[in-house]
């Protein structure tokens, strides 16, 4: 009976870790993720130290966020990072663009994402920066996020 026991508490256990290595088995690839878009608009912030190298930066906390935040007044839009994980891309385009719009994050594997951003041209022809910024659920912070933009006429 004892030996029954802890075959018992062994199975358990060994049931409970192994559960734990694959948590998502279910899940397919790839798959689209919500996201909201983050905005200084309304604010007497700007962004500052921004790289514009045609990646992705992933902020987990305020004191990473308030590297690129710069206030003259008031502080900037809250974000809940224990739920929530800021993604800021940014680039300079080659020719004139009036705006960028983050189009498609989706999620290609486990902790593989790609963010699709649409660059709205306009007829000038000097380089011009851009960046896009928007508010997902939280994700591990070992996660590679893809870059992909392209123009989009409107």
């Known amino acids: 009976m004892k030996n029954l026991l802890k075959l018992a508490v062994f199975l358990l256990i060994f049931s409970g870790v192994a559960s734990t ?3 998502e088995p279910d ?3 790839p798959q689209n993720i919500s996201f909201t878009e983050y905005s200084l ?5 700007q962004w500052v130290n921004l790289p514009y190298d045609d990646k992705v ?9 308030e590297n690129y935040i710069s206030c003259a007044e008031d502080s900037y839009p809250k974000i809940d990072f224990s739920k929530h994980t ?6 300079i385009c080659k020719s ?17 994402y790609e963010l699709e951003i649409a660059l709205i041209p306009n007829m ?4 011009t920066p851009w960046k896009v910024t928007i508010i997902i659920d939280k994700i591990d912070a070992n ?3 893809d870059l992909k933009t392209y123009f989009k006429n409107m």
Do not use: D, F, R, W
């Open 27 to 29: 899940k397919e690839y």
């Open 21 to 23: 290595c694959n948590p």
């Open 143 to 145: 996660s590679m996020i």
């Open 41 to 45: 608009a309304e604010t007497s912030c």
């Open 86 to 91: 800021l993604l800021l891309a940014s680039g």
């Open 57 to 65: 930066l992933m902020i987990n906390s305020n004191e990473e966020l």
């Open 124 to 127: 000038l022809a000097v380089e």
């Open 96 to 112: 004139g663009i009036s705006n960028s719009v983050a189009e498609k994050l989706k999620q290609l594997e486990l902790k593989h």
